[in-house]
């Protein structure tokens, strides 16, 4: 049998867990800033996100940077599952083909200097 106590804490624990998740997405959830390419693990180009532009990748994807979004319109691939996986907007979401080996990123800045050092 469940008593009052047991509300009271299953509340709190609940308050907590929306609590960060309204946390994480105002403090983490950035917009991005640019748009990475690469083929086969290697930069191929790195566009601004904020320049609406069409990019026909070595004639396997095309990629459409469109009102601060990014989508891929076609692609050589057979299953097509780059073009499902729709617009991106935020920080470090990623389209992904694997077939023609070619990963679109959303980064923040385009430096990649060090966050922070451990020891």
Same mark, same amino acid.
């Given at each position: 049998?469940?008593?009052?106590?047991?509300?009271?804490?299953?509340?709190?624990?609940?308050?907590?867990?929306?609590?960060?998740?309204?946390?994480?997405?105002?403090?983490?959830?950035?917009?991005?800033?640019?748009? $990475?390419? %690469? !083929? &086969?693990?290697?930069?191929? #180009?790195?566009?601004? *996100?904020?320049?609406?532009? +069409? @990019?026909? /990748?070595?004639?396997?994807?095309?990629?459409?940077?469109?009102?601060?979004?990014?989508?891929?319109?076609?692609?050589?691939?057979?299953?097509?599952?780059?073009?499902? $996986?729709? %617009? !991106? &907007?935020?920080?470090?979401? #990623?389209?992904?083909? *694997?077939?023609?080996?070619? +990963? @679109?990123? /959303?980064?923040?800045?385009?430096?990649?200097?060090?966050?922070?050092?451990?020891?």
């Amino acid at each position: 049998m469940i008593k009052k106590k047991d509300y009271i804490i299953i509340f709190i624990i609940g308050l907590i867990i929306i609590c960060g998740f309204i946390f994480n997405h105002f403090f983490f959830y950035q917009t991005g800033a640019y748009v $990475q390419i %690469k !083929i &086969s693990g290697k930069v191929y #180009q790195t566009v601004p *996100l904020n320049l609406d532009q +069409t @990019i026909n /990748i070595e004639n396997k994807n095309t990629l459409i940077i469109k009102n601060n979004e990014v989508y891929i319109t076609d692609s050589t691939c057979p299953d097509k599952l780059c073009q499902k $996986q729709g %617009k !991106i &907007s935020k920080n470090a979401q #990623q389209i992904i083909c *694997l077939p023609n080996q070619v +990963t @679109i990123e /959303i980064i923040a800045n385009k430096n990649n200097d060090i966050d922070a050092s451990t020891y």
